[in-house]
């Protein structure tokens, strides 16, 4: 197989993977009543693929589950909420991917699930176009930092476990006499 398809084959399974927890976790009842919250279990998929492969990749998981997940078990409104924090909690992931060399994953996604929190807030601050809904942040910040722990701890113990097989394997570097090695 070539190494493209399996790229692409190993990015729909992680896609795949994401959904199916994504739907899974919407059918699960959150014991806070507070509006928004829930465990993020599809992140753990999220900053695997933002930690093997590349960030564009990741991004293109995270889209697609989001889509599908919105088709799947949402409505247009949750979709706007989901796209926005995702999009928020990648680009700090992504960010703190890079500055922290792909370590401490329990503190990269507390991070990320904050700044989805962020997003949400935003989005329905533009929704409801009433500024009282930051009043529900303090109680997603609190929950964000517990299920971001245990997710980037999920995530951190996966890519441990993984076969070594489905890591992309580094380009190969030109040698000092301009032959490939």
């Known amino acids: 197989m070539s190494k493209s398809v399996k790229h692409l084959v190993m990015l729909a399974l992680f896609t795949t993977m994401a959904l199916t927890i994504f739907v899974v976790e919407a059918q699960i009842p959150v014991p ?14 999220t900053l695997i693929v933002l930690v093997v492969y590349r960030p564009r990749d990741a991004f293109a998981v995270l ?8 088709i ?14 995702g999009i ?4 700090g992931m992504a960010l703190l991917c890079k500055l922290l060399q792909k370590k401490h ?24 176009q009433s500024v009282q809904v930051i009043a529900y942040f303090p109680f ?7 299920t971001g722990f245990f997710t980037g701890i999920a995530a951190d113990r996966v890519i441990h ?5 489905i890591f992309p394997k580094p380009a190969e570097k030109p040698a000092k006499n301009g032959k490939h090695l």
């Not at 806070?32 to 998929?45: D, H, S």
């Not at 997603?140 to 517990?146: A, K, M, N, Q, W």
């Not at 476990?161 to 097989?165: A, D, E, Y």
């Open 32 to 45: 806070v009543p507070i509006p928004g919250v829930k465990l993020g279990l599809a992140n753990v998929i």
């Open 63 to 70: 889209v697609l589950r989001i889509l599908l997940g919105s």
């Open 72 to 85: 799947f078990t949402g409505t247009p409104v949750s979709l706007l909420y989901s796209l926005t924090g």
């Open 88 to 91: 928020l909690c990648f680009l």
């Open 105 to 128: 994953l329990w503190f990269i996604s507390i991070v990320g699930a904050v700044l989805h929190n962020v997003g949400q807030i935003l989005a329905a601050i533009a929704v409801m």
């Open 140 to 146: 997603l910040l609190v929950t964000g930092c517990i």
């Open 161 to 165: 476990f993984l076969p070594k097989s």
